[in-house]
Structures are given as structure tokens and as C-alpha cells.
């Protein structure tokens, strides 16, 4: 309904802002990532949103780039993960991050996010595999955790565990095709 604000921002009280659009002011919920890089008070700020109309609040969220907006709705897509939730682990770490986390499938990084324990590591990163890969960099960076992905899964299927696949994939170019990091990921391991 609302997908855009541009105007002066005029209240900063994280993690809560108000964009007075021509007289009007929202009252709009940023994850910190966002009020970080928020202009000083008084000066002109455009945020994407996501509108929630719930029976007892209609509540308004704004986010930087597209990026952080569209991982914060594949958050909230999942069961027990509600927009708190999903600003406060876009808060705690950045889009690329979380779909580093979640490509490597490594839990620990989320359950470092506060009100994030195991079990919701771990269903986030199951519901959320293949869904943010793209959001790091664009196109090309869904090429390239695409192709990471494959490579780490070849690995796997070779024996390997997943520490081992996620360790050897660090040494690797970022551009690498499959095939071809494959061989220098298994030159890697068996160094």
C-alpha cells in the first residue's frame, strides 16, 4: 500500500523515525542498519516500506535499499518470525551477512542476534535457503552463491563435512565457475 516515503526527517528515536511528507508525519520502524545511515534531523531521507495492518495497529517499516525490505519480508514469512523479529535480526547483522549465514547454513551467527535462540536458527536458515543469495549484490552475486552453493554441496556429496566444504570455499575466486572450483576447493582439502 505504502511502498515509498520521501521527505524530512524529522525525529530520530531508534528504532522509530518520523518522515514528515509535506505536513504529514509517519511514524515509521527501522531496523539500526537503516538509522545509522540516516541523514541529520531536518534533512531529506526516502525509505522503501513494508505497510502491516494488524487487527489492534497499523504499523509502517522503512528500510534503506530494496535489499533489506525484501529480506525482511522473507522473514516474516516465516512461522514465528514477526516484524520485532525481523528488525532485530536485520539490526544485527547486514543483508549480505545474513545470506552468508545462511548459504554456509551456520546457526551460531544467528543465535547471536538477540531473541534469536536455536530453534529459530535453525528454522530460519532451513526456510530461507536459496531465498536471499540474490540480495547480496545482485545479478552477479547470484551467479557467484549459486555457484558456491553447488560447489559446497559437491563437496559434501564427496564426503566431506560441511565445515570442511564451508573452509575450503573462502580460498576460493569469487568469480569461480563450478567445475572449476571444485578442483581447486579438493587441491585445497587435500593439501
Request: glycine share 10%.
Amino acid at each position: 500500500m505504502i511502498g515509498k516515503l520521501t521527505g524530512i526527517l524529522s525525529d530520530k528515536n531508534p528504532p522509530e523515525v518520523i518522515v514528515d511528507c509535506q505536513g504529514v508525519g509517519y511514524e515509521v520502524n527501522v531496523p539500526m542498519s537503516t538509522f545509522y545511515n540516516l541523514p541529520a534531523m531536518g534533512e531529506k531521507v526516502s525509505l522503501v516500506t513494508h505497510f502491516v495492518v494488524r487487527e489492534d495497529a497499523q504499523i509502517l517499516y522503512g528500510f534503506a535499499t530494496l535489499g533489506e525490505r525484501e529480506a525482511f519480508r522473507q522473514l516474516i514469512k516465516i512461522t514465528g518470525v514477526g516484524p520485532r523479529t525481523a528488525l532485530s535480526v536485520l539490526s544485527g547483522m547486514s543483508v549480505a551477512d545474513l545470506a552468508q549465514a545462511i548459504t554456509s547454513q551456520e546457526a551460531g551467527r544467528l543465535v547471536k542476534v538477540p531473541g534469536i535462540g536455536k530453534k529459530t536458527a535453525e528454522r530460519l536458515l532451513l526456510e530461507l535457503k536459496g531465498k536471499l543469495g540474490g540480495e547480496v549484490g545482485g545479478l552477479f552475486a547470484v551467479h557467484a552463491s549459486d555457484a558456491q552453493s553447488d560447489i559446497q554441496q559437491a563437496l559434501m556429496a564427496l564426503g566431506y563435512s560441511d565445515k570442511e566444504a564451508a573452509a575450503s570455499l573462502k580460498s576460493l575466486p569469487v568469480d569461480v565457475g563450478v567445475s572449476e572450483g571444485i578442483k581447486l576447493a579438493l587441491k585445497a582439502l587435500n593439501k
